[in-house]
């Protein structure tokens, strides 16, 4: 199992409300058959998901309006 300290996520994203959205997004695209943007050995999309939103692969926009 990978850890992945939430602390380094926090700092990325800002919200734990906004990494969850984040995270269950890419995840949903990685699987649907998005490729993937790190190198894991991990089969769990959610893992993949919070890797690349931790090393920066990842990322959102706000819509306005």
């Not at 919200?15 to 894991?40: F, M, Q």
């Amino acid at each position: 199992m990978i850890y992945i300290p939430q602390e380094e996520l926090l700092n990325r994203v800002g919200s734990i409300y906004k990494l969850v959205i984040l995270a269950s997004e890419r995840a949903l695209a990685l699987n649907n058959g998005s490729p993937r943007l790190v190198d894991t050995k991990s089969t769990k999309v959610s893992t993949v998901a919070l890797l690349e939103i931790k090393e920066g692969k990842v990322g959102y926009k706000i819509k306005e309006g």
